[in-house]
């Protein structure tokens, strides 16, 4: 551990706190109990042991879980994701040093519990999410949603764009979900960037999706998401690329202006991740994913999701959940490094 975390560690207020607690000059309102007291596996079952809380006062990250997968086409299941990564999540501890960042302890991180959905109405359920998510987000608390299959996040746009226009998107996916219409249906989780340019959420001259592989309908529709403007980067060539090629081909796309995050624990090869609802062979190793996730230090997200994890097929130990709590570490850590709160 670094001298400068060891002194941020030592100050009064970061290593002996518990939950919920009245915030002084240096230290957030909310994050988890300190494990030195507190076992990791006690206590219900929060997103990294964080306090559950109802308002997103005081929280800099609103972590919310969105149980919802009417919306997918294959292997369902997602509905039941939130539950599983914050399980995985209890094994999380404050300190990330692969980016020398103190998370929990510099954060107020608080999870705001499940958002309300309607099984069976995809339409209806993004309709519930947007209108949930938005007083959040105008509070100024930056969101992490818990999926729920990939549709969710069209719900999350529109609460984000409300507010703050229309958003780049950064994604990592094994899919670029701009299909369409599925056997006649308009909103389902291959749909919801399609139906997010539609509504003028996302400005796609500053959105690069990567990841994607896997069979296709036909040859369109491998040049859909660049002919709707995005920038793509195939999983062949991403896995040849560095992080740090990989984070300067998103600062040059992005630009300045809001941005949005979302990463689909399917582009992670279903060895690392068999708990996913369309599994596509030939994807990143978890390594490889906290790496291109990390290589995005310094970018300033207003939200992020990790979406698709599917428990009922998952292995043992749970790898799948595993691989998304830890993902959604390193979103909260670029929340940190963005905001200049780790140096």
């Known amino acids: 551990m670094s001298t400068r975390a060891g002194r941020r560690l030592a100050r009064p207020g970061h290593s002996r706190w518990y939950g919920r607690r009245v915030p002084t000059e240096d230290a957030p309102r909310y994050g988890p109990p300190d494990a030195l007291r507190s076992p990791r596996y006690a206590g219900v079952k929060t ?22 997968d009417t919306a997918t086409t294959n292997r369902p299941g997602a ?42 109405n995809a339409e209806k359920t993004v309709g519930q999410i947007a209108e949930q998510l938005e007083p959040i987000v105008r509070s100024g608390a930056r ?88 920038e793509v980067i195939t999983c062949e060539e991403l896995v040849a690329l560095t992080p740090e090629a990989y984070g300067a081909r998103v600062r040059a796309r992005v630009g300045d202006g809001p941005l949005f995050l979302s990463f689909d624990i399917d582009v992670l090869d279903p060895a690392f991740a ?8 030939g994807g990143l190793q978890t390594r490889e994913a906290l790496g291109f996730v990390r290589a995005l230090r310094g970018l300033a997200f207003s939200g992020y999701d ?7 097929y998952d292995g043992p130990g749970q790898p799948t959940a595993v691989a998304a709590a830890n993902i959604a570490f390193e979103l909260l850590t670029l929340d940190v490094l963005a905001r200049g709160d780790s140096g």
């Open 79 to 120: 509905r039941f994701g939130p539950e599983a990564i914050r399980s995985a999540s209890i094994v999380l501890r404050p300190y990330n040093p692969v980016q020398d960042a103190l998370v929990f302890g510099e954060l107020s991180v608080a999870d705001l519990g499940d958002l309300s959905v309607t099984p069976g």
């Open 47 to 68: 997103f990294a042991r964080c306090p559950l809380v109802e308002s997103p006062e005081d929280v800099d990250v609103a972590v919310l879980g969105i149980p919802f």
């Open 306 to 312: 990790v979406v698709e994890v599917s428990p009922p």
């Open 274 to 281: 068999p708990g996913t609802g369309t599994p596509e062979a």
């Open 143 to 230: 969101t992490l949603c818990l999926g729920g299959d990939h549709l969710v996040v069209l719900g999350e746009l529109r609460a984000y764009a409300a507010v703050h226009g229309p958003l780049g998107l950064v994604l990592l996916d094994a899919h670029a979900d701009v299909w369409d219409v599925y056997v006649g249906e308009r909103y389902y989780h291959g749909s919801p960037f399609r139906r997010a340019l539609e509504e003028g959420l996302l400005d796609p001259s500053r959105s690069l999706l990567a990841g994607m592989r896997g069979s296709l309908y036909g040859p369109g529709d491998a040049a859909m998401p660049t002919d709707l403007g995005f």
